[in-house]
């Protein structure tokens, strides 16, 4: 008795049959074949044809991300660097460069002046509480100084009491 085996011609494929979508818009054709000429890693992620991207952009960012791991790695700060720790510091810098530069330009403004000057940024730091204290060693060139007369400088007012006209010294 020879067992009845069935030949399975070359050209056939072992996979089942794809179904149809029930949806009615999928439809066989409209399937790709999975191949390895289509991903870079036989399926998981982009091709390699595809632009890279930059991590400040991953990080929604401005401030260039790269480059900050690059100065942590020649500074010698520490023997490694994490990952997440130029992104991380990328977001603080530019976080203080937005509020820096909204506080200057609203001095600007205030001025009636189109164009940030350093004085503007003096301004705007100094009248900052935060700011202040974190930039108060920091000199900040053509800043030039507040605008500040002391209290004992000013010219007292006159008439302060009801019977007060002039000094104790000045009555006969």
Same mark, same amino acid.
Do not use: C, W
């Given at each position: 008795?020879?067992?009845?085996?069935?030949?399975?011609?070359?050209?056939?494929?072992?996979?089942?049959?794809?179904?149809?979508?029930?949806?009615?818009?999928?439809?066989?054709?409209?399937?790709?074949?999975?191949?390895?000429?289509?991903?870079?890693?036989?399926?998981?992620?982009?091709?390699?044809?595809?632009?890279?991207?930059?991590?400040?952009?991953?990080? #929604?960012?401005?401030?260039?991300?790269?480059?900050?791991?690059?100065?942590? +790695? =020649? %500074? @010698?700060?520490?023997?490694?660097? !994490?990952?997440?720790?130029?992104?991380?510091?990328?977001?603080?810098?530019?976080?203080?460069?937005?509020?820096?530069?909204?506080?200057?330009?609203?001095?600007?403004?205030?001025?009636?002046?189109?164009?940030?000057?350093?004085?503007?940024?003096?301004?705007?730091?100094?009248?900052?509480?935060?700011?202040?204290?974190?930039?108060?060693?920091?000199?900040?060139?053509?800043? #030039?100084?507040?605008?500040?007369?002391?209290?004992?400088?000013?010219?007292? +007012? =006159? %008439? @302060?009491?009801?019977?007060?006209? !002039?000094?104790?010294?000045?009555?006969?």
């Amino acid at each position: 008795m020879q067992a009845a085996t069935k030949a399975i011609p070359k050209t056939a494929s072992l996979r089942p049959p794809r179904r149809s979508s029930s949806l009615g818009f999928l439809r066989d054709q409209d399937i790709p074949e999975m191949s390895s000429t289509t991903s870079a890693k036989g399926g998981r992620g982009k091709a390699k044809s595809s632009k890279s991207v930059s991590r400040s952009h991953k990080a #929604g960012l401005q401030f260039p991300v790269g480059r900050i791991a690059r100065f942590l +790695k =020649a %500074g @010698k700060y520490a023997e490694r660097v !994490g990952a997440g720790a130029p992104v991380y510091l990328a977001a603080v810098l530019e976080y203080l460069a937005a509020e820096v530069l909204e506080l200057a330009g609203n001095a600007a403004r205030d001025n009636k002046k189109n164009r940030i000057v350093p004085r503007h940024i003096q301004l705007a730091v100094r009248n900052d509480e935060e700011l202040s204290k974190l930039l108060g060693t920091v000199t900040i060139a053509s800043g #030039g100084v507040l605008p500040n007369i002391h209290q004992t400088l000013l010219p007292s +007012k =006159a %008439g @302060k009491g009801k019977g007060d006209i !002039g000094s104790a010294s000045q009555e006969f």
